[in-house]
């Protein structure tokens, strides 16, 4: 881990995942200059820097969680489970984004679902008719996401529609990661029954996926 971070000039950490903790996060900065233009900031909109806004508990659970999430045991475990995930799916013909990731699996919607186009939100469908088949709530990974462009305001299609499918640490067994497989696969094979997607009702001017108002065409 010290050799890896020996080659960058920084790094930024949302700990809500592999930091085994339900908030918080850092930045770490090599160079004393950036240091102290970063610090001007930090204490203007998230507090002194020797707490960021973070309670003191929550920094001590995040303490004990980069020690934790360090350990091999915990990573191989971690790592496995993801990938036992991506090994069903694959093993039911559903296209996965490979290597497996460390945290999630991405499913390539555009694959599945091929007669939707982006301006439907393809991504968007494919989310939304797994959550309805059994309870699982993954996100999009695509048009919706990659928002709109500043100066045209048109729709910004990227290659890529995807669902990412983030497995929360510590949580659940290999037979959640079946369920999840299975529901999926349900969804895989009626994909051809899914003959429209999504318009948008309301958007947010900027990160509307996160607030988007959806309506089925």
């Known amino acids: 881990?010290?050799?890896?971070f020996s080659y960058a000039e920084g790094c930024t950490m949302s700990s809500k995942k592999d930091g085994i903790v339900n908030i918080g996060g850092f930045i770490g900065l090599r160079s004393q200059e950036i240091f102290r233009q970063a610090?001007?900031?930090?204490?203007?909109?998230?507090?002194?820097?020797?707490?960021?806004?973070?309670?003191?508990?929550d920094m001590g659970a995040l303490s004990q969680g980069l020690h934790e999430s360090a350990e091999f045991d915990y990573l191989e475990a971690r790592v496995g489970?993801?990938?036992?995930?991506?090994?069903?799916?694959?093993a039911f013909g559903i296209p996965v984004q490979e290597p497996f990731g460390g945290h999630?699996?991405?499913?390539?919607?555009?694959?599945?679902?091929?007669?939707?186009?982006?301006?439907e939100y393809t991504a968007q469908l494919l989310a939304v008719e797994l959550y309805?088949?059994?309870?699982?709530?993954?996100?999009?990974?695509g048009t919706l996401l990659a928002d709109r462009d500043p100066v045209t305001r048109e729709n910004r299609y990227p290659k890529l529609e995807m669902v990412r499918l983030a497995i929360p640490r510590r949580v659940y067994s290999n037979n959640h990661m079946?369920?999840?497989?299975?529901?999926?696969?349900?969804?895989?094979?009626?994909?051809?029954?899914?003959?429209?997607?999504?318009?948008?009702?309301?958007?947010?001017?900027?990160?509307?996926h996160f607030t988007v108002e959806l309506e089925r065409i």
């Open 39 to 57: 610090s001007t900031f930090n204490i203007i909109y998230e507090g002194f820097i020797t707490y960021g806004g973070m309670a003191g508990r």
């Open 81 to 90: 489970q993801v990938a036992y995930l991506g090994e069903k799916l694959k």
């Open 1 to 4: 881990i010290f050799e890896m």
């Open 104 to 119: 999630a699996i991405f499913v390539d919607a555009k694959r599945i679902l091929p007669n939707i186009p982006q301006s």
């Open 178 to 208: 079946d369920y999840i497989a299975v529901a999926l696969k349900n969804v895989f094979d009626r994909r051809n029954e899914l003959k429209n997607g999504f318009k948008i009702m309301w958007e947010a001017p900027i990160m509307r």
């Open 132 to 141: 309805i088949e059994a309870g699982v709530r993954g996100v999009e990974i």
